[in-house]
Every structure is written in structure tokens, then in C-alpha cells.
């Protein structure tokens, strides 16, 4: 059995106090309350807080990610955070491709694609993200959007490189929205991105390949997403905020 993935997406929110407050608690109840065994947990404060944060969580199970990296290896870049930085704080995840990365900072496949193979050059692990507009389900194009976000990105990847991919299916039109996919169009969706993999990698591979679902995830809908066969866990943005509706979640 693999174990589940949950990932806290915290993106711009939360200062230095209340990340180290959220995660020296959170720290605290999950142990006490011992539900943090049979599923991988990360977290993914913003940047200047990366450091302190995986501080707090050395010699545990909990892992820190970050929400995005440059896509050059250094130079004149103002502002920009380099792969080899991550690196040298001991951060080795990142989440790449978030449709906001996309939509407001007009990430496009072929950055993305330098991004990937940056974070790889420096052994970073990668949560890609991947998802059509509300636009594009409406025409019933979903699964020709994944298909080819997909081949302009990780496919180009070679199956040793793949090992350090987990990839998160976030339909955009659900993202902090509240109005989540179905179980079942989750379901028939992840289960498509499985078979992409089979015919590009193989079966090993796609079996091992964690594919999780974000959008909209909350307390009360997470344990029927993580029942789907084809759901290894889940990228969560706002109800990751909140402990207790998180620690549910992780329950789930
Ligand atoms: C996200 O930002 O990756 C996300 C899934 O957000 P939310 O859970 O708020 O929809």
C-alpha cells in the first residue's frame, strides 16, 4: 500500500510567528495524537520562512517544500529564488506549475520546463501541477489540455528523472473556490493521467507515480477524494490553514 500524500499549500499567507507557531503545534498534536503514521505530510510555508520551518521539523517525518523556484541557475534575476539556494537551506521539494504561478505570473510550459530541469540538476523532488479552466471543461477539452501540459513538461523527463515527480491534478475553475471536481471526475481524470504515464513509462511507473488532487479540499469531502483508487492524497490550499480542518484532512 503507498502511503497518502497531504501537502499544505500556504502560498502568501502567514508571517514568520504564525508558521513557526502553526507548525511547533501542529508538530505537538499530531504526535500526541499519533495520526501522522501511514501517510507523508508536507508543508509549504513561503520563502523566507523555509529555513526556520524545516529547523523546526528536523529528525521528524515531516518535510517542507517550496512554493517555486527560478528557472536560471544565478545571475541577474531580482527577486528570484535559485534552485542551489533552496539546496543550501535543505529544502529538497518544490511545487512547480500551480495554476496561480501560471495564471498570474504567466508561467508557460516551456519556463516550466526550465524549471524542471533545474530542480532536478539540484535534486529537488517535484509536485507539478496540472488542471484545465472551467472554460475548457465546458467544451469538454480536459483531457486534450492534461495530455498536452503534461508532454510539453514532465514527459520530457526520463524515467530515472520521473522518480522525483509527484504530480497534483488541480482542475483550475476548483481552486479556493468551494466548488471541488467530483469524486468522480477526479477519479476519471487521475485515472487518465495513470494510463498517460503507462504508455509513456510503463507499468512500474505508473503504479508508483503519486497523483494527487487539489482543489476545494476540505474536512468534510477529503476521505471520499483519498477513497478513489487512482487518488494518492492531496494538494491543500485553504483548508490547510486552519489546524484542526487540516489535521482532519490528514486524518482522512
Ligand atoms: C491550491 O492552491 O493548490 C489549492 C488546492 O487551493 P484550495 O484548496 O484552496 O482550493
Redesign the pocket.
Known sequence: MKKKIVIA?W?MNYDLHETTFFIRNFLKIIFERKINHNKKIIISPSFPFLYISNQILQGTSLRISAQNVHHMDKGSYTGEVSASMLKSIGISKVILG?S?RRGFFFEKNDVLLKKIKISLKYGLKIIF?IGETETERKKDQQFDIIKNQLEKTVFHCSPDEIKLFCIAY?PIW????GKNATYKQAQTMHEFIRYLFLKKYGEYISNQIYILY????TDLNAKYFFLQKDIDGG?????SLKMEKFLKIIKS
Open positions: 499549500n502560498k500551480h496561480e501541477c488541480e476548483a481552486i479556493g473556490t487539489g482543489g476545494s479540499i494538494l491543500v490550499g485553504n483548508s
